[in-house]
């Protein structure tokens, strides 16, 4: 067989075609063919960039510092700047709102709209985690969009609400806890059973059993009312409706009459501005459920 890599010579000449690297995989030559020259051209054009730009601009780490580049640019220094640029053209409009309630802001057509923008960005920031895009909320935490507030939906109520938050370590924070009748042996199995059909019916507009009433009269109308209406004093839900922060089906009413789950909301004081927190409390308010 003729070997493809090896070509025909003559007496005192030089073999023809390319040279190999002397390397062959399976029949095929590894040529030891130049580089194009417009590839060389760049590449040695990329270098020179690259040395230039690590001379002028930060790039050489040390020890403690780094080298800062010739021209002495930092992009902290210039988000800085930036920053206080935003400030200083923000001020005009959020500095009356340091001396306003939230309800005397939204009750100014100006700064209502002002509000309206800087409370969206600082809720979809901070809130929309937990209580969705638009405040449309999810199982465990509740929307902001209706009219069911468990600790008061007025402006000034919200306002509190966002400062202390709920069930942490602020001393001025909601709290409320649910008895868990079932873990702690309060009731029996058969009676949180009979509890829980019974709330489930006046949930759906029915009158329920009468033992259900009688269970439910000594055990919960204290903090949920005596028609299951809700108190806002105890932070306890209103039953009577549709609306279930844990579910509304039979298993999740005889769950959380039987070990109690609790949300926890934190405390912005502190970590939001009080102008920041006005500004949220009417967005929040004028999602659609504001009292």
Same mark, same amino acid.
């Given at each position: 067989?003729?070997?493809? =890599? *090896?070509? %025909? =010579?003559?007496? #005192? +000449? *030089? /073999? &023809? #075609?390319?040279?190999?690297? @002397?390397?062959?995989?399976? @029949?095929?030559?590894?040529? $030891?063919? /130049?580089l194009p020259r417009w590839w060389v051209i760049v590449f040695m054009v990329c270098v020179a960039w690259a040395v230039v730009f690590a001379v002028l601009m930060p790039s050489f780490p040390a020890a403690k510092d780094y080298f800062g580049g010739m021209l002495g640019y930092s992009s902290r220094a210039s988000l800085r700047g930036n920053l206080s640029e935003t400030a200083d053209a923000r001020a005009p409009w959020l500095e009356p709102m340091k001396t306003l309630d939230a309800s005397a802001i939204a009750a100014n057509p100006e700064l209502l709209q002002v509000a309206m923008r800087g409370g969206e960005v600082i809720f979809k920031e901070n809130c929309a985690a937990c209580h969705g895009v638009g405040g449309v909320g999810a199982k465990g935490y509740p929307a902001l969009v209706d009219d069911e507030w468990l600790w008061g939906g007025t402006i000034p109520e919200i306002v509190q609400t966002i400062t202390h938050g709920a069930r942490n370590e602020d001393p001025s924070s909601h709290a409320s806890l649910m008895p868990a009748f079932g873990r702690d042996g309060i009731l029996q199995r058969a009676e949180i059973m009979t509890l829980a059909d019974y709330v489930l019916a006046i949930s759906q507009g029915q009158a329920g059993s009468d033992a259900g009433r009688t269970l439910f009269e000594a055990n919960c109308a204290v903090c949920h009312g005596a028609n299951g209406e809700g108190t806002k004093e105890n932070g306890a839900p209103a039953l009577n409706n549709q609306?279930?922060?844990?579910? @509304?089906? !039979? $298993?999740?009413?005889?769950?959380?009459? =039987? =070990?109690?789950?609790? @949300?926890?909301?934190? +405390?912005?004081? #502190? !970590?939001? &501005? %009080?102008?920041?927190?006005k500004q949220v409390a009417v967005y929040v308010h004028s999602l659609g459920g504001g009292q």
């Amino acid at each position: 067989m003729v070997d493809p =890599t *090896k070509h %025909e =010579t003559h007496e #005192g +000449s *030089k /073999p &023809s #075609g390319p040279k190999t690297m @002397g390397h062959e995989w399976d @029949g095929i030559a590894e040529y $030891n063919n /130049p580089l194009p020259r417009w590839w060389v051209i760049v590449f040695m054009v990329c270098v020179a960039w690259a040395v230039v730009f690590a001379v002028l601009m930060p790039s050489f780490p040390a020890a403690k510092d780094y080298f800062g580049g010739m021209l002495g640019y930092s992009s902290r220094a210039s988000l800085r700047g930036n920053l206080s640029e935003t400030a200083d053209a923000r001020a005009p409009w959020l500095e009356p709102m340091k001396t306003l309630d939230a309800s005397a802001i939204a009750a100014n057509p100006e700064l209502l709209q002002v509000a309206m923008r800087g409370g969206e960005v600082i809720f979809k920031e901070n809130c929309a985690a937990c209580h969705g895009v638009g405040g449309v909320g999810a199982k465990g935490y509740p929307a902001l969009v209706d009219d069911e507030w468990l600790w008061g939906g007025t402006i000034p109520e919200i306002v509190q609400t966002i400062t202390h938050g709920a069930r942490n370590e602020d001393p001025s924070s909601h709290a409320s806890l649910m008895p868990a009748f079932g873990r702690d042996g309060i009731l029996q199995r058969a009676e949180i059973m009979t509890l829980a059909d019974y709330v489930l019916a006046i949930s759906q507009g029915q009158a329920g059993s009468d033992a259900g009433r009688t269970l439910f009269e000594a055990n919960c109308a204290v903090c949920h009312g005596a028609n299951g209406e809700g108190t806002k004093e105890n932070g306890a839900p209103a039953l009577n409706n549709q609306i279930w922060l844990y579910g @509304g089906a !039979r $298993n999740d009413i005889v769950a959380q009459i =039987t =070990t109690p789950q609790h @949300g926890v909301m934190p +405390s912005w004081n #502190g !970590r939001l &501005s %009080e102008v920041d927190i006005k500004q949220v409390a009417v967005y929040v308010h004028s999602l659609g459920g504001g009292q």
